[in-house]
């Protein structure tokens, strides 16, 4: 049980493109679900936590205008990156939560590559 | 300062050898400690977790809290090469509002285990 999946795990793309990313969690509800931006050899930044049906909290320094997170279900939350460009390109990493304790189930992330 | 503190090493060690792993953190508010592996390319999952300061065992993995000292450590016994993965500690306070269930990782230590 408690697992978490995301569309697509790699996309490349053109930049000034935006491209969206889905989160789903499979066999749980989660009240809250997080995104994170991986770099190589670096550890997981929190770039936002949303909770269903309302607006997500962003983490200093992360524009909410370039990164659009919508939580529209218990089991799907989206993350947009707008007008990408290459020095968005990075791993990006959703986690869900079955309550709003610590415990969080991490999907297998998505690499994004703007050319 | 950061709030957590992990060596990224990288570590190489042989099969069968004792691991540890340490992270130091600052705020002093955490309640609650885990260890991820994370294998390239892949998402984090969880290994062990530790709420408050103690020991904690799980087959060759053992996880230590010293909450006195605002350091935690992970041990692996008989290390195998399946082993070989980046391992990130991580830690939550699980405040109430906005904080819940917010995780603050360590930069992670990448192991190698050869044969």
């Known amino acids: 049980g408690a697992v978490v999946s995301q569309h697509p795990s790699r996309v490349i793309c053109k930049s000034g493109t935006s491209v969206k990313i889905e989160c789903r969690s499979l066999d749980f509800q989660a009240t809250t679900m997080f995104w994170y931006r991986q770099f190589p050899k670096k550890s997981l930044m929190l770039m936002a936590t949303?909770?269903?049906?309302?607006?997500?909290?962003?983490e200093q320094g992360v524009e909410k205008d370039k990164f659009l997170i919508n939580h529209a279900s218990l089991t799907l939350s989206t993350l947009t990156v707008t007008s990408a460009h290459p020095e968005d390109s990075s791993f990006y990493i959703c986690s869900a939560s079955r309550d709003r304790g610590w415990e969080q189930f991490f999907g297998p992330g998505t690499r994004l590559t703007v050319l | 300062q950061k709030e957590v503190e992990q060596d990224p090493g990288p570590l190489s060690v042989p099969e069968g050898a004792i691991v540890s792993l340490n992270c130091t953190y600052s705020n002093s508010a955490f309640q609650y400690f885990m260890w991820y592996r994370q294998y390239s390319r892949k998402g984090p999952e969880l290994l062990m977790y530790t709420y408050s300061s103690g020991n904690k065992e799980d087959g060759r993995f053992t996880a230590q809290v010293d909450k006195s000292s605002k350091y935690i450590s992970l041990f692996i016994r008989d290390s195998q090469p399946s082993d070989s993965a980046t391992y990130l500690c991580?830690?939550?306070?699980?405040?109430?509002?906005?904080?819940?269930?917010?995780?603050?990782f360590g930069q992670g230590t990448i192991l190698t285990v050869h044969p």
């Open positions: 991580a830690m939550s306070a699980n405040a109430g509002g906005t904080s819940y269930g917010k995780l603050t």
């Open positions: 949303s909770n269903e049906g309302s607006k997500a909290t962003y």
